[in-house]
């Protein structure tokens, strides 16, 4: 790390911040609507958003600032193992061209903004629809915090973050500052903010990605030179754990693990509060189905960047903190200025996710417990108003997070809220598609899925940790090490047929179904289906 | 609604060619990047990038083609039943 701050690159930086900060504050005049005091408006943009705007949306949303920095961390520490992350975002669109459009029907026939509240619609239970608003947001609030530290490690590098012996605040002023920017655009654009200033996150991470993958090999001598340095430097042993560093390609022992965290983890995806409020703003279904066709131009750049990886080894990035090998790669091999630029995608990158995932969690707070528990006759005016808050409310607690704890919390707390946030795709996609399933039976599979997963989570050790040292361990019955959360999955959705089929005998009283078959595939211009629907919950009287 | 336990779709729908398809391009990423042992090897190496780095990303270009042609079939499948529908006059649920 060279010693001081980069003037350069910091300048660069502090103008992409500064001019997506004026486009956050002026996205509330974009395709503004007549009533903006209603959540629909605020958090999910007035559902109006096309093709182009929902790909923005959804790929600045799902390939944060911490993908960017740890799908290459993972790789430069360990090789293979990390690029699982590329099948991974393979499988998640055929997955999603199955069910998302069903999602989009039925909430946009009965005006869902959660997928809470189509839990309780569809099960007529308020109980699941508590469990999966609780998973959102507990599952949410880490993956905000991991923003941060994305922020963190981009300042760092540029000499701004301050030494260890710097005081506190000094060290810490430059996040504050980020974070409050990212807030106050936040409360007063809404969702639309996020997605104008996608457009700029998203054209500088190409620009970065596209110099990067040309510009770094021509002056490391070409990937043959890469790989052969890094399967060198995979080949030392590792004096912690007494086994090699890494491989180029997983040995049999591996290949279970990486093939479950890719499948688990794509599970996973679309379970996320925030991943399903950027659908939810698409215009109509055919949006989403388009969106599967074009979304994997990301998964490529990610694929790209993954390989900077070796990159990083190669070029002889030695860092202590993996998450910072990235921001170093960048510093070591372009010039100041466009390191500037690579350093202002990472913190634009990190600030949309960051943004629409405190949306999302905050229309979960608010519509599924709020108002289902709290308030039940809330105006659109108190709803929306409380959404804002609450979203203030969450990011605070990922700053308070992020400065006072280590950042391995914000990791292992990440680690969780993926294999928690899978335990509600029965609930969920299960709903889509069949009413078969018991909502007591659901309820019983969920627990039993997060209390496994925590568990088998917490027994994790490794070199450096006691617990919470990874997120695979070995699957009962089989043998194999494979990822926890499917396998929690799995118990979950067993606990959740044989329940169903005993309450079902038992005649336990079913919750009453509030949709209809021909919700789940009705499209924009069909009977019912209104660009706009006001909040339409029972309690909501006008 | 009926909550039989047999009754998988209120719609159920016919399965036709055109729908195996359909699933079969949906299926198919799921098989191939699963299957890890098939990929899991360093040649042949392309432009100095191994096997098992470039053919995952060769499957996001193959996915990707197969999920938009899922999503053609689809569109076509979804207008030839409307128009039968509507010209038997409505088909049963």
Same mark, same amino acid.
């Given at each position: 790390m060279k010693d001081g701050v980069n003037g350069v690159a910091l300048a660069v930086f502090i103008f992409f911040f500064l001019a997506v900060t004026v486009m956050g504050f002026m996205a509330a005049r974009w395709r503004k609507a007549e009533n903006e005091h209603s959540l629909d408006e605020w958090g999910l943009g007035g559902r109006s958003f096309g093709t182009w705007i929902t790909w923005f949306l959804l790929g600045g949303d799902l390939y944060t600032a911490y993908t960017f920095v740890a799908v290459p961390a993972a790789i430069y520490a $360990? *090789?293979? $193992? *990390? =690029? =699982?992350a590329v099948p991974y975002t393979i499988l998640v669109y055929p997955l999603i061209f199955t069910f998302l459009p069903r999602l989009w029907s039925v909430s946009h026939r009965h005006g869902y903004v959660t997928t809470s509240d189509f839990v309780r619609g569809r099960f007529g239970s308020k109980g699941l629809s508590l469990a999966v608003a609780l998973t959102g947001i507990l599952a949410t609030m880490p993956y905000i915090a991991l923003q941060l530290v994305g922020i963190q490690a981009v300042l760092d590098v540029m000499g701004v973050g301050g030494g260890e012996n710097t005081n506190w605040f000094i060290k810490d002023l430059p996040l504050l500052i980020a974070f409050g920017v990212l807030a106050a655009y936040t409360y007063s654009s809404g969702l639309r903010a996020p997605a104008l200033i996608a457009f700029v996150k998203d054209t500088l991470i190409y620009i970065v990605i596209a110099v990067a993958i040309i510009y770094i090999p021509i002056k490391l001598g070409g990937f043959d030179d890469i790989f052969a340095k890094a399967s060198e430097a995979y080949g030392q042993t590792n004096p912690a754990t *007494? $086994?090699?560093? *890494? $491989?180029?390609v997983p040995g049999d022992a591996n290949q279970w693990t990486y093939a479950t965290l890719a499948l688990g983890s794509a599970l996973a995806l679309f379970m996320y509060p925030h991943s399903i409020t950027a659908t939810l703003s698409s215009k109509s279904r055919e949006v989403i189905r388009r969106n599967t066709t074009i979304l994997p131009l990301y998964s490529l750049m990610l694929g790209l960047l993954a390989l900077l990886g070796f990159m990083a080894i190669a070029a002889g990035v030695k860092v202590q903190n993996g998450q910072l090998a990235i921001p170093q790669l960048f510093e070591t091999m372009f010039p100041d200025w466009f390191a500037g630029v690579a350093f202002a995608a990472i913190g634009i990158g990190a600030l949309v996710p960051a943004a629409i995932m405190s949306i999302a969690a905050a229309n979960l707070f608010t519509r599924n417990i709020y108002k289902d528990f709290i308030k039940p006759d809330a105006t659109p005016a108190q709803e929306t108003k409380v959404s804002k808050l609450v979203s203030l409310l969450v990011k605070v607690g990922a700053l308070v997070f992020v400065l006072t704890m280590d950042k391995t919390v914000a990791i292992n707390f990440q680690l969780l809220g993926g294999i928690w946030i899978l335990q509600t795709f029965p609930a969920l996609v299960g709903g889509l598609f069949t009413r078969w399933c018991h909502r007591w039976a659901l309820l019983a599979g969920w627990a039993v899925g997060m209390i496994y997963g925590t568990v088998a989570a917490w027994n994790v050790s490794s070199p450096t940790q006691k617990h919470f040292g990874g997120s695979s361990a070995e699957i009962p019955g089989i043998g194999e090490i494979g990822y926890i959360g499917l396998t929690a999955f799995v118990l979950n959705v067993a606990v959740t047929v044989v329940l169903t089929f005993v309450l079902r005998a038992a005649k336990a009283p079913d919750g009453i179904d509030e949709t209809k078959p021909s919700d789940y595939t009705a499209d924009a211009g069909d009977a019912g289906v209104q660009v706009e629907l006001p909040p339409a919950t029972a309690g909501s009287s006008h | 609604m009926s909550n039989a336990p047999d009754v998988k779709s209120p719609e159920t729908p016919a399965v036709t060619p055109v729908r195996v398809v359909i699933a079969l391009f949906l299926f198919a990423p799921f098989v191939a990047m699963l299957w890890v042992g098939s990929y899991a090897k360093t040649d042949p190496a392309f432009i100095g990038i191994p096997f098992f780095y470039w053919y995952q990303m060769a499957w996001v270009l193959i996915s990707t083609a197969l999920t938009a042609a899922a999503y053609v079939l689809w569109q076509r499948d979804q207008r030839a039943r409307r128009s039968a529908r509507s010209e038997d006059g409505g088909v049963a649920q």
């Amino acid at each position: 790390m060279k010693d001081g701050v980069n003037g350069v690159a910091l300048a660069v930086f502090i103008f992409f911040f500064l001019a997506v900060t004026v486009m956050g504050f002026m996205a509330a005049r974009w395709r503004k609507a007549e009533n903006e005091h209603s959540l629909d408006e605020w958090g999910l943009g007035g559902r109006s958003f096309g093709t182009w705007i929902t790909w923005f949306l959804l790929g600045g949303d799902l390939y944060t600032a911490y993908t960017f920095v740890a799908v290459p961390a993972a790789i430069y520490a $360990a *090789g293979a $193992a *990390g =690029f =699982f992350a590329v099948p991974y975002t393979i499988l998640v669109y055929p997955l999603i061209f199955t069910f998302l459009p069903r999602l989009w029907s039925v909430s946009h026939r009965h005006g869902y903004v959660t997928t809470s509240d189509f839990v309780r619609g569809r099960f007529g239970s308020k109980g699941l629809s508590l469990a999966v608003a609780l998973t959102g947001i507990l599952a949410t609030m880490p993956y905000i915090a991991l923003q941060l530290v994305g922020i963190q490690a981009v300042l760092d590098v540029m000499g701004v973050g301050g030494g260890e012996n710097t005081n506190w605040f000094i060290k810490d002023l430059p996040l504050l500052i980020a974070f409050g920017v990212l807030a106050a655009y936040t409360y007063s654009s809404g969702l639309r903010a996020p997605a104008l200033i996608a457009f700029v996150k998203d054209t500088l991470i190409y620009i970065v990605i596209a110099v990067a993958i040309i510009y770094i090999p021509i002056k490391l001598g070409g990937f043959d030179d890469i790989f052969a340095k890094a399967s060198e430097a995979y080949g030392q042993t590792n004096p912690a754990t *007494g $086994a090699p560093r *890494g $491989a180029l390609v997983p040995g049999d022992a591996n290949q279970w693990t990486y093939a479950t965290l890719a499948l688990g983890s794509a599970l996973a995806l679309f379970m996320y509060p925030h991943s399903i409020t950027a659908t939810l703003s698409s215009k109509s279904r055919e949006v989403i189905r388009r969106n599967t066709t074009i979304l994997p131009l990301y998964s490529l750049m990610l694929g790209l960047l993954a390989l900077l990886g070796f990159m990083a080894i190669a070029a002889g990035v030695k860092v202590q903190n993996g998450q910072l090998a990235i921001p170093q790669l960048f510093e070591t091999m372009f010039p100041d200025w466009f390191a500037g630029v690579a350093f202002a995608a990472i913190g634009i990158g990190a600030l949309v996710p960051a943004a629409i995932m405190s949306i999302a969690a905050a229309n979960l707070f608010t519509r599924n417990i709020y108002k289902d528990f709290i308030k039940p006759d809330a105006t659109p005016a108190q709803e929306t108003k409380v959404s804002k808050l609450v979203s203030l409310l969450v990011k605070v607690g990922a700053l308070v997070f992020v400065l006072t704890m280590d950042k391995t919390v914000a990791i292992n707390f990440q680690l969780l809220g993926g294999i928690w946030i899978l335990q509600t795709f029965p609930a969920l996609v299960g709903g889509l598609f069949t009413r078969w399933c018991h909502r007591w039976a659901l309820l019983a599979g969920w627990a039993v899925g997060m209390i496994y997963g925590t568990v088998a989570a917490w027994n994790v050790s490794s070199p450096t940790q006691k617990h919470f040292g990874g997120s695979s361990a070995e699957i009962p019955g089989i043998g194999e090490i494979g990822y926890i959360g499917l396998t929690a999955f799995v118990l979950n959705v067993a606990v959740t047929v044989v329940l169903t089929f005993v309450l079902r005998a038992a005649k336990a009283p079913d919750g009453i179904d509030e949709t209809k078959p021909s919700d789940y595939t009705a499209d924009a211009g069909d009977a019912g289906v209104q660009v706009e629907l006001p909040p339409a919950t029972a309690g909501s009287s006008h | 609604m009926s909550n039989a336990p047999d009754v998988k779709s209120p719609e159920t729908p016919a399965v036709t060619p055109v729908r195996v398809v359909i699933a079969l391009f949906l299926f198919a990423p799921f098989v191939a990047m699963l299957w890890v042992g098939s990929y899991a090897k360093t040649d042949p190496a392309f432009i100095g990038i191994p096997f098992f780095y470039w053919y995952q990303m060769a499957w996001v270009l193959i996915s990707t083609a197969l999920t938009a042609a899922a999503y053609v079939l689809w569109q076509r499948d979804q207008r030839a039943r409307r128009s039968a529908r509507s010209e038997d006059g409505g088909v049963a649920q």
